[in-house]
């Protein structure tokens, strides 16, 4: 009688983690531990600063509040005052006209030369992104100072250049207006760039290569395949750059404060002149606090049109 044949054994079935190892594990405080620095930074220097700016907003404070203390609530007097001035119109105007030709510039710059470094040999394209990032990492009143010195008047090169020597671009509201807006989209056009080249290297070449099999444009290879892929990027680009160019002010300041005659006074340049040279810390902060409220709209409006076309 021929011997049984053993049947083979089944396999052992993975034994459960007891529930309270599981809940321990869902409960360890390490991962919040780990972030509690970074959370109590951006408390300190974030969260803080706009409450007490709050705070000032809402209350009757200048040079004699600021050194003996016990300033008074107003509610929104402040808020009432700016907001039915007719220069704080012109200058949030003013504000979203430069917001708009930079980011423009910023985005549209950036792509051609985020295209360009695609299409480079391996040598170009490391000494193009070394320039780029020499220029991004330039601080930005070194910067400032630089484009201070090449739009002097009569040592400067662009004069020199140009063969316009004595004309002062500080003097004239247009010429400062072009040449802060020179001087922002040089600074930002690295990033901006970079980031869109990093992109563009996780487009697999195949796709690239169909759509000129199949006849298809540079425009039209960029218009059906390239910005397609990258709308989520180029949508977390513009709001980033509308959020730097929004708010910038070092530069505005150090070249013209301002000037001449407001040509270049946007709503951080209209703060600080306000809060320093009126010493009205209340509606200085109240015009802070508006420049927030504003960005904040802006940008989850964008997110949230970003989400949508995701999913």
């Not at 007097?77 to 917001?99: I, P």
Request: charged share 15%; glycine share 6%; hydrophobic share 55%.
């Amino acid at each position: 009688m021929p011997a049984a044949t053993r049947a083979p054994a089944p396999p052992l079935a993975r034994t459960p983690q007891p529930a309270r190892r599981r809940a321990r594990r869902r409960t360890s405080p390490w991962p919040y531990l780990l972030i509690a620095p970074a959370v109590v930074a951006g408390v300190l220097l974030l969260l803080y600063p706009l409450l007490r700016a709050g705070v000032i907003s809402v209350q009757h404070f200048r040079m004699g509040e600021l050194i003996r203390g016990g300033a008074t609530f107003v509610g929104l007097d402040n808020y009432r005052e700016l907001l039915t001035g007719e220069e704080f119109w012109s200058v949030l105007l003013r504000t979203a006209v430069w917001t708009a030709v930079n980011v423009v510039l910023i985005v549209g710059l950036s792509t051609g030369v985020a295209l360009m470094l695609l299409r480079l040999g391996r040598r170009m394209r490391v000494a193009l992104m070394s320039a780029l990032a020499l220029a991004w990492a330039t601080p930005i009143i070194a910067a400032t100072t630089i484009f201070q010195w090449l739009f002097q008047s009569e040592l400067g090169i662009v004069n020199w250049l140009l063969d316009i020597r004595g004309y002062s671009w500080f003097a004239d509201g247009g010429a400062m207006f072009a040449v802060l807006v020179i001087l922002v989209v040089w600074q930002s056009v690295p990033f901006a760039a970079l980031t869109l080249y990093a992109g563009l290297t996780t487009i697999p070449v195949e796709l690239f290569e169909s759509a000129r099999i199949d006849g298809g444009t540079s425009r039209q290879i960029f218009t059906k395949v390239v910005f397609p892929i990258l709308r989520p990027m180029f949508a977390l680009i513009t709001s980033l750059e509308v959020i730097w160019v929004f708010k910038c002010f070092p530069q505005i300041w150090v070249l013209s404060q301002g000037g001449p005659d407001g040509a270049t006074t946007t709503l951080p340049v209209y703060a600080f002149k306000i809060a320093r040279v009126l010493h009205r810390y209340d509606l200085g902060s109240a015009v802070a606090v508006v420049t927030v409220v504003i960005l904040t709209v802006a940008l989850v409006a964008n997110l949230r049109r970003m989400l949508r076309q995701e999913s």
